[in-house]
């Protein structure tokens, strides 16, 4: 067996409800599972970057100056992308593609990484 046959049979023992689960399902039941589903993709998504991180030279795990939209940020913090933007004020890696309050954020890798790796144990 292949790492990639292993990694599929460890992906199929993970069980989620067939999508047809949603068929005539209300709309806060709807926004609950999309709200949950939301949180495991960032979830696996931080799981990738760290994975990716952990197996890349330091040199080559970040490239300086990239900006990250907000999506891959937010997976790799862990936390949902509503989440990322109520405390970008708060993280000193956002930035505004343009200025002023309408501009659209921005999180710069290299500083979102080195952010990290202080407050990892």
């Known amino acids: 067996m292949t790492h990639g046959d292993a990694s599929q049979a460890e992906a199929r023992d993970i069980v989620l409800p067939p999508v047809e689960a949603l068929d005539g399902q209300s709309p ?13 993709q960032a979830a ?15 040199a080559a795990a ?4 990239r900006a990250l939209p907000a999506e891959e ?26 200025p002023g309050p309408r501009g659209a954020l921005r999180f710069d890798e290299a500083h979102l990484e080195r952010w990290l790796a202080q407050r990892r144990p």
Do not use: D
């Open 44 to 58: 696996a998504m931080a799981q990738l970057a760290l994975a990716r991180t952990a197996s890349t030279p330091p």
């Open 62 to 65: 970040v490239s300086a100056g």
């Open 73 to 98: 940020a937010a997976a790799r913090l862990g936390i949902s992308v509503p989440t990322l933007y109520r405390r970008a004020k708060s993280y000193p890696f956002a930035r505004r593609s343009t």
């Open 28 to 40: 806060e039941v709807l926004i609950a599972v999309a709200t949950r589903a939301a949180a495991l």
